[in-house]
């Protein structure tokens, strides 16, 4: 089985990895069977990184930072020299961070609470992308409740801790722990990103809020949203529809001149939370994409953003799946296989590789992955014309 | 003889060129020789002017039209650049005196954390009422002649940002946005506003109106000042140690 998901990953993940430059000096970490986690794994070519794979038959793998020298050598190098000098800007976005505002599930997956993923990604995609400039994104789903994201730019991947954490606040709207109860606080003037932002919340707040997680449906809950409005304001109008009572209360905050504690709940109950993770900086590591999830099965495949209204979590294939669809007998292909005879046993062997996936439910997922890896290898084409153009001049 | 005169003029040349701003970041060391009397006398000059600018920030309001009388008038008195962009030989050995004085001090200055912290404060309260003083057009030249790639945004740029621009900095009115520059830097530059989101961002860059863009460019300042005196520290100031001059004016200083 595990065979299996070697050569998908490899080939799958191994064009990212390698398009992220520096190969040799990138760490990868295994975790191993037994729960074993090995740090500072690097390769000098992408066949040496499947050989070790096949040895070792990793359960997880992720991803780490390019660094000054070799990972597997850093015991070696003098210390304080040895230092990550650059990581792609990644997020971490997981459901069990909304614990306080969700009432549809507590340790269980279900598909109420989906649309807090749909949220993140169209407020966070946009940002990313519109303020910060960044073109090279990766939306990953991380095989059970969460997301991650993969910022992949050059200028990204150079961002210092500092820097990074910078851009961490700045998407940062719900703050606080567990002893802040009103964790979303806006005031005059409303920043831009904050009107795209609610934008986004308010076209999902009504049916995922009201209707999915019932927000308004007892009075626990209902308590809940009372703790975040004036306290001059103690029930809720009384009204038998939830949308109705919703829309009323609205127009009670316009009136009273009580200004955004109507947006302010809607945040609280839907802006992103971005996981602290982020602002670990440079040495962190992050699972690689399309690997399997230990709890579930499933792989961590990228999420096409053309179609993200209908990602289904419960869709993504699992392992199993994959196993048995690579099972299937491929009649099809002996006449190919026949004709390839000549070639070199290495290409018949990527040949098959890439059959292998396409017969399988990842070649959808393949499908998104591609694009990403091709703008971003033209975009470092461009990178180095023009470098050489300047060189030219001289 | 003939070799002598020539590197004079090359030398002459590219003081030309160092000195063809009011204001500089003090990037480049002077390289000429100089005689001892007016090596104490710029250092004593500029030590005053110093102490001048730390008194005065304590005792007015920075940017304050007493503040700004009593500074105007040290620097004219001592001969330091003044805010009219005068050419002419006077001119220029005001810029002179402004750029070797800076270097004395520094040498005097970098031995201790104390003696630095006082002297990169000083120099930032001046850099910053110097750089204030600048027309608009000035202070563009010399961010790009300092390599800060800020630059301007088109009157129809803010124009069409105006609503924006208003939404995301503090203070800033319409009135401001038409009258004033704002200035285009890449976000990394402009972080503590980025981080408190107290600034525009677009594809990138920070639009920052003027009134902000001093803190960046004073920030900027700090950073390599600072950097510049760990390195006179550890090159060898101590060398100058036994040196009377030096020995003389932190004696002067307490």
């Not at chain 2, 030989?89 to 201790?112: G, N, P, V, W």
């Amino acid at each position: 089985i595990l065979r299996y998901i070697e050569n998908q990953y490899f080939f799958n993940i191994l064009p990212l990895a390698v398009s992220k430059n520096y190969f040799q000096n990138r760490e990868f970490s295994f975790t191993l069977k037994d729960g074993i986690y090995v740090r500072y794994q690097s390769f000098a070519t992408q066949n040496e990184l499947e050989k070790e794979m096949q040895k070792m038959v990793p359960y997880k793998i992720d991803i780490g930072a390019v660094y000054s020298h070799r990972p597997s050598q850093h015991n070696t190098v003098k210390s304080g020299t040895f230092q990550a000098l650059e990581k792609e800007l990644v997020f971490d976005i997981d459901m069990t961070d909304y614990d306080d505002v969700r009432r549809c599930c507590s340790y269980t997956d279900c598909w109420k609470c989906w649309t807090l993923m749909t949220i993140a990604i169209r407020i966070l995609d946009r940002a990313l992308l519109k303020d910060f400039g960044f073109h090279h994104l990766l939306w990953v789903y991380s095989g059970r409740r969460g997301l991650h994201c993969w910022v992949c730019d050059d200028a990204a991947r150079k961002l210092s801790v500092v820097a990074r954490s910078a851009v961490a606040e700045y998407l940062s709207l719900v703050k606080g722990g567990e002893e802040t109860v009103r964790k979303v606080v806006l005031s005059d003037p409303i920043h831009p990103f904050i009107n795209h932002s609610l934008s986004v919340v308010e076209h999902y707040f009504q049916q995922y809020a009201i209707v999915d997680q019932d927000i308004l449906g007892s009075k626990e809950s209902v308590d809940k949203v009372l703790a975040l409005l004036p306290e001059d304001i103690l029930s809720f109008p009384d009204e038998k529809d939830p949308m109705k009572q919703w829309d009323q209360l609205c127009d009670l905050v316009e009136r009273k001149k009580v200004k955004y504690f109507d947006k302010e709940i809607m945040l609280q109950y839907c802006y992103p939370r971005l996981d602290i993770n982020v602002r670990k900086g440079v040495n962190h590591l992050l699972k690689s994409p399309f690997s399997v999830h230990p709890k579930t099965g499933r792989i961590s495949v990228p999420i096409d953003l053309k179609e993200l209204n209908m990602f289904d979590p419960f869709e993504v294939p699992t392992i199993s799946l994959i196993c048995e669809e690579l099972e299937r007998p491929r009649a099809d292909e002996a006449e190919e296989d026949d004709m390839k005879d000549q070639e070199n046993e290495q290409e018949a062997g990527e040949r098959r590789r890439i059959r292998d996936y396409k017969r399988t439910s990842l070649a959808k997922y393949a499908k998104v992955f591609d694009p990403f890896l091709e703008a971003m290898a033209r975009s470092r084409k461009g990178e180095m014309l023009k470098k050489s153009d300047l060189q030219k001049d001289f | 003889m003939q070799f002598l005169g020539r590197r004079k003029k090359l030398i002459g040349n590219f003081q030309n060129d160092l000195y063809d701003q009011c204001l500089q970041f003090y990037g480049q060391p002077p390289l000429e020789n100089i005689s001892l009397s007016e090596f104490e006398s710029f250092a004593v000059e500029r030590l005053k002017l110093l102490k001048t600018v730390e008194n005065v920030g304590v005792s007015c309001v920075k940017n304050s039209e007493r503040y700004t009388k009593k500074l105007d008038a040290e620097i004219s008195s001592l001969n330091f650049p003044h805010r009219a962009e005068l050419g002419g030989i006077s001119e220029y050995e005001k810029r002179r005196k402004d750029h070797i004085s800076h270097f004395i001090l520094r040498l005097a200055y970098c031995q201790t954390e104390d003696l630095r912290r006082w002297f990169i404060q000083q120099e930032m309260d001046l850099f910053r009422y110097r750089f204030n003083c600048l027309h608009s057009k000035h202070k563009t030249d010399f961010l790009h002649k300092n390599n800060l790639k800020y630059e301007t945004v088109s009157a129809e740029e803010k124009k069409n940002l105006k609503d924006k621009l208003i939404a995301s900095s503090y203070g800033l009115s319409g009135t401001k946005v038409e009258e004033h520059d704002v200035y285009k830097v890449p976000f990394q530059d402009a972080l503590d506003l980025v981080r408190t989101r107290k600034v525009y961002l677009l594809a990138g860059n920070a639009y920052i109106p003027h009134h902000e863009i001093v803190t960046i460019v004073l920030n900027d300042f700090r950073t390599r000042l600072s950097k510049a005196l760990a390195v006179s520290n550890k090159i060898g100031a101590h060398h100058l140690h036994g040196e009377m001059n030096v020995v003389n004016f932190k004696g002067r200083h307490y």
